[in-house]
Nanobody, 116 residues
Framework: QVRVVESGGGSVQPGGSLRLSCAASESIFSSINAMAWYRQAPGKQRELVGRTSRYSTLTYADSVRGRFTISSDIPKNTVYLQMNSLKPEDTAVYYC?????????WGQGTQVTVSS
């Protein structure tokens, strides 16, 4: 069982920035195959924001490419989501997911609200 804990959510004005953190209970280098960020807005389906694999392959949703950046701190088993130029449509609960040996492990989510 992999434990995943997100943090760093909050409220910000349009154009602002936030950095989310996702701490895993196992090594993101040797144990976990990939880490991904998802988000779910009210009344909408959960959608992929971005993903980083063990080999540092990065993918992003078209809606966030160029504004959001995923990075990793391997010794801390932590993945970050740096969000810049935030828009009201980025408002959602953001979830982190760890992928290991064909299973997915989700965090509890952290709320991000973009509003003036």
């Amino acid at each position: 069982q992999v434990r995943v804990v997100e943090s760093g959510g909050g409220s910000v004005q349009p154009g602002g920035s936030l950095r989310l953190s996702c701490a895993a209970s196992e090594s993101i280098f040797s144990s976990i195959n990939a880490m991904a960020w998802y988000r779910q807005a009210p009344g909408k389906q959960r959608e992929l924001v971005g993903r980083t694999s063990r080999y540092s392959t990065l993918t992003y949703a078209d809606s966030v490419r160029g504004r959001f950046t995923i990075s990793s701190d391997i010794p801390k088993n932590t993945v970050y989501l740096q969000m810049n130029s935030l828009k009201p449509e980025d408002t959602a609960v953001y979830y982190c997911k760890a992928e290991r040996r064909g299973s997915d492990y989700w965090g509890q989510g952290t709320q991000v609200t973009v509003s003036s």
